[in-house]
C-alpha cells in the first residue's frame, strides 16, 4: 500500500487532499501540533473505511520535521507522497503583533523546514507555496 504523509494537517486542503489520496487508496499519515485537532481528522478518515495515523510535529522546527519524516519512512516502508500544507492562521494584522510572531509565521509556511530530498524522493504536492519535490 502506498503511503500519502500529510505535513501540518488541518480541516480543509489538508483534510480534502489526504481523502482524496485515501480514495486512491493510499495509505493516510495526518500530522500537526495538535495531536487531538489531528486525531479527529484521522478519525473523519477511518469512519469512511480508509486506513489514517496520526504524527505530532511542529512544522515551524526542521528537527520536528526531519525526524517525523524518518519515523513514518520507518513505519511505513517509505513514503510515496508528501503533501506539506503548514500554516500559523492568527488573527491580527501584520502591524499588529510582534515580530517574534511573524518570524514563526514565516519559518512555517515559506522556511519549508522538510528535509532533503533523495534519490528516491516521494512525489511531494504543495499547494501553499512552490512546489518543493
Not at 58 to 70: E, F, H, R
Not at 102 to 120: D, E, F, I, N, V
Request: a positive charge.
Amino acid at each position: 500500500m502506498k503511503t500519502f504523509l500529510g505535513v501540518g494537517s488541518g480541516p480543509g486542503i489538508g483534510l480534502a487532499t489526504a481523502e482524496r489520496f485515501a480514495r486512491e487508496g493510499f495509505r493516510i499519515v495526518l500530522s500537526g501540533r495538535n495531536p487531538a485537532k489531528t486525531a479527529t481528522l484521522a478519525q473523519r478518515l477511518t469512519a469512511q473505511g480508509y486506513e489514517a495515523h496520526i504524527r505530532t510535529v511542529d512544522a515551524g522546527d526542521p528537527s520536528s520535521v526531519a525526524s517525523m519524516v524518518v519515523d513514518v519512512e520507518r513505519s511505513f516502508d517509505g513514503i510515496d507522497v508528501m503533501h506539506y500544507n503548514a500554516a500559523s492562521m492568527r488573527k491580527a494584522g501584520i502591524t499588529d503583533r510582534p515580530a517574534t510572531r511573524s518570524t514563526g509565521t514565516w519559518r512555517s509556511t515559506s522556511a519549508a523546514p522538510l528535509p532533503p530530498p533523495r534519490p528516491s524522493s516521494p512525489l511531494c504536492v504543495n499547494v501553499a507555496r512552490a512546489p518543493y519535490c
